[in-house]
């Protein structure tokens, strides 16, 4: 709930507002839009719970930044809010869409109008429900540890490869039964769908190209609801992270995020080599080049 680079809903007129959701929603799947703008939503829910007094909660204090000219490439633009942080990139060599943030809070409103409302509630009850299915053994090589970390590990500035063990920790896919390996896919897919069509079938033909015993499931923490918990679902191109311990275990906080194209960086040094001869420039840690 802080200030974000570019221009919020809230210093737009009616008509632009329009077509800043309009922008958002054509990189949307149906569920992805009902779901970014139900979380943006949930500021006013936060707001009443704070009773005013807590820090800036607003639906309209998201902001949309573009870089480059729309539909000249490359291209890009951002949506950032307290709770939400989407990154598109277009370039001749492809489109990437990451990283890309998603938060709840509260995970599940316990009272008032929205009563009910989970708006990242499958990701919380899948991601339990695979680690409960789990025979002991796959269990003790999956629940790498019984206390799970404050927030989600793959925060700005830092990569996957700088998380130490990432790779190696938790039990492969291939180590799953087979309805297990379908749970486990579903996480994956339904991430990958809030996505407009298209982009979701680039990213999870990505994932799809490596092999299962490359792509591990890990958790930390408890199996209860209300007791904070943890899980990663990591491959050889991607990272997901979802992180559930704040606020009694009711504040969700979900990235994707793309060893190689997060902010379309290697998409760019692509388009640059192939147009221009040149080499990339570096990511910064914020994602600004």
Do not use: C
């Not at 053994?137 to 700088?162: K, M, N, Y």
């Not at 275990?249 to 001869?277: E, M, P, T």
Request: charged letters at 25%.
């Amino acid at each position: 709930p802080r200030g974000h680079a570019g221009l919020e809903l809230l210093d737009m007129n009616e008509a632009q507002r329009e077509h800043a959701m309009t922008l958002l929603r054509s990189t949307l799947s149906l569920e992805g839009a009902a779901t970014v703008e139900t979380i943006i939503g949930l500021e006013r829910v936060l707001h009443e719970l704070e009773g005013g007094r807590g820090p800036r909660r607003d639906p309209l204090g998201y902001a949309f930044a573009v870089f480059g000219t729309p539909g000249t490439s490359p291209w890009g633009f951002e949506v950032e809010g307290h709770h939400l942080s989407l990154n598109l990139t277009f370039t001749d060599a492809g489109i990437s869409a990451t990283p890309r943030f998603l938060g709840a809070n509260p995970a599940s409103v316990r009272e008032g109008p929205q009563q009910g409302t989970r708006a990242l509630g499958f990701f919380e009850d899948s991601g339990r429900g695979l680690v409960r299915s789990l025979d002991d053994a796959q269990r003790a090589a999956a629940v790498i540890s019984e206390r799970a970390p404050a927030d989600i590990l793959a925060v700005p500035g830092r990569t996957p490869e700088e998380i130490a063990g990432l790779d190696d920790s938790g039990i492969a896919m291939s180590s799953l039964g087979e309805g297990q390996r379908a749970s486990l896919s579903s996480l994956i897919e339904r991430f990958a769908r809030m996505l407009r069509g298209p982009l979701a079938e680039a990213e999870l033909a990505r994932v799809m190209q490596s092999p299962t015993d490359s792509i591990r499931f890990a958790w930390m923490g408890g199996l209860e609801p209300g007791e904070g918990h943890y899980y990663r679902i990591v491959g050889p191109t991607f990272l997901i992270e979802y992180d559930n311990t704040q606020n009694g275990a009711n504040h969700i906080h979900l990235v994707w995020r793309d060893r190689s194209r997060d902010f379309g960086a290697d998409l760019l040094a692509a388009h640059l080599k192939s147009r221009h001869g040149q080499s990339a420039p570096p990511v910064e840690s914020d994602g600004v080049r």
